[in-house]
């Protein structure tokens, strides 16, 4: 039977209830929208790398789900993204990813645009580097699609693509970062062979490995200032 101090229970977990939705909220909203600011140059060259081919592996083993959360860790170790944040930042690029490993042809890769517009739009409201979100996105994407058409591209529009995304990114001359582009194309490469023979080996990953840290070192080095 209810009496006085039921009610006054039911009421007090219901207040409780409410602060702490609030609370949750507030800290969601403030996640999103608090200013932060990403200084691009100063990543970890070798945790990137690391994170690149577990994405890669992720990716081509179609599991979503490790890819996002790889995704989101390389946005807040690298990017100084929150930890809501992160994980819808991460979400824009994962579905973009996925979108574009369904498509058959351009008009369906495009489909993949959006969300790269949104995955860079959410970076560059944190960039130190006031790279034009657009270019950036398309670049991305352009680099995809060469990728997966390489029967039809000359040996170097891949790397040549690689690197025009960097340059914008970091604002720095195509030219410097060549050693990365090759570097990471030659990756890419071996990924592809060995799939196409039967399939990638754990050497072969190892091999992906030392030059995807090699890549991103290269990197680094040709985005510093001073």
Not at 33 to 51: G, I, K, M, S, W
Not at 160 to 168: F, I, N, T, W
């Amino acid at each position: 039977m209810s009496g006085p101090q039921g009610g006054s229970r039911k009421k007090l977990v219901l207040k409780i209830a409410l602060v702490v939705v609030a609370a949750i909220v507030g800290w969601v909203v403030y996640d999103l929208n608090a200013p932060r600011t990403a200084h691009l140059r100063e990543f970890d060259a070798d945790e990137v790398a690391r994170l690149d081919t577990a994405m890669w592996r992720s990716y081509y083993d179609k599991e979503r789900l490790r890819l996002f959360n790889q995704l989101s860790e390389l946005l807040r170790s690298q990017y100084n993204m929150p930890l809501v944040r992160s994980n819808l930042v991460a979400y824009y690029a994962a579905d973009a990813a996925f979108v574009f490993k369904r498509g058959k042809q351009r008009s369906d890769y495009e489909q993949a645009l959006p969300a790269l517009i949104k995955f860079y739009e959410s970076v560059r409201q944190m960039s130190d580097i006031p790279f034009d979100v657009n270019r950036a996105a398309q670049l991305e994407l352009e680099w995809w699609i060469i990728h997966r058409e390489r029967s039809k591209h000359a040996p170097g529009d891949l790397s040549r693509a690689l690197a025009e995304l960097q340059a914008e990114v970091y604002r720095v001359p195509v030219e410097k970062l060549t050693e990365h582009a090759d570097l990471r194309a030659e990756a890419m490469t071996i990924r592809d062979t060995k799939a196409e023979q039967g399939g990638v080996t754990e050497a072969d990953w190892a091999r992906i490995d030392e030059l995807l840290h090699r890549s991103w070192r290269s990197l680094k080095l040709a985005v510093k200032i001073g």
